[in-house]
């Protein structure tokens, strides 16, 4: 665990950096970043917290947010991209948003390769119930530590992952016979845990259709939802602990299947749920 | 049941009829139609149909829904509607869309009640798997049909609601533990099953603080995101028949719960999944 103090920023800030451009309020510039690179393009869930960053940065934002879908329309390219976040709808206390990730293409036109659609809104303490208790595991620390990322695959490292049940297959011989993977998950550098880290955390499992078939088939999320279920201030009581993450496959039919995730706190607060829909080949 | 011939088309696809403004391709005029109007507004699963049949009349549609998101950024008053549905862009294989439905304020603006986003597909046979088994539950012959709409929820009456359990309180007495409901469903008037209805009976379980509460508290959906797992062909081989559809809430905190359901054929295969989440009260 990296403890000493830091002279640059976080690798996942380096990743979140946008400037302002010239155009527009909502208008942003950011870059890839090598530290989140997947296998062509850059890890899913970075992609999902810029996009989320871009609202949180807009200087009209109302609130903190709820929801998050982004549709991974086209690969993102290695550079500079635009990000676009424009407030649809402002009501008293909940606020509607669209996005898009642009990249100039080979000829030089603006093509739009992520849309997106946030809800943000000021929470108010009301009644509240978990209807869908974290699993008992053995503690983070009980739970061996997942090191070796196929090959090319930067952003693995950026996470600390200690599966619990549902790990990569060792063996890919066909013989799954289920989707669920239970891991708990961190920033490998420590870092504390925020909307923007929590939208790409609901994004680390890898394929379920992986883990079903213990057969690796090209697999690539499409669509992906995340709702947030806690307050800024409750994810900075999180801090840098860990989370548990659970995935499980629904439906796998005609090349695409859907996977439901659940993220809670070490001490067992649902902290978001998310769900995507994920393409496979074969 | 409603088997003699009709002389007017299906109330649903009065509601969804759709004529193409003079603006440009993708805009469509629609008007919001009694018999799905709910409290203060249309049947929200009604509004994500409408948003999802701009994209099935849209003229460079390629393939069938995949996934569909629809956030309800403000209320649908009586009367005309405009709906603008645009390819963000189109692959070998898959197309992303982005869709806004507007009307005019009380000074003749024009303002955004609703955006959303879809992911059309062309899908091939793959290996599938069901890791969602419909529930063992009795069959709808066997479930007595629910009938008594509170008053003034004309939606209600269009659809044959066999609640198996988890049906609305009888009695709000603050009693409730759980908030999972089992219901079977179809088109009241008989229609077969397509992608704009299966999209609306996504969205037709009641509010699960209510369950969860045995307290009717004000509730309305913010953001709902259904995913489809079956080809048109095989809705259409549904045709009139039952969905069983589940319904759960997962966690309720700080005036938001997110609900995760599914919808299988009476033959168990599992059509879509949906999730949402719901501003609530107190």
Known sequence: MHTAPMASPHPFDQALALRHSDLASGHFIGSTHPAYWNMVGPFGGMTA????????????????????????????????????????????????????????????????????????????QTWGENDCPMPEVPAPQAVERFSIGPKGVAWLEQYEMRPVSGALPRVWDGSGHHSETRIWVRDAAPRTLDFASLAAMSDVFYPRVWLRRATVVPAGTVSITTYFHATGAQLEQVGTGHLLGRATGQQFANGYFDQSAQLWSEGGTLLATSNQIVYYKE
């Not at 898009?100 to 992520?114: L, P, S």
């Open 49 to 124: 917290a810029l996009a989320l960053q871009a609202v949180l940065r807009h200087p009209e934002l109302l609130g903190e947010p709820v929801a998050l879908t982004v549709n991974f329309a086209a690969a993102v390219t290695e550079g500079e991209f635009e990000i676009v976040a424009q407030p649809a709808r402002t009501n008293r206390s909940t606020q509607h948003w669209t996005m898009e990730v642009r990249q100039r293409d080979a000829e030089g036109r603006m093509q739009v390769n992520t849309t997106a659609t946030a809800v943000t809104a000021v929470r108010r």
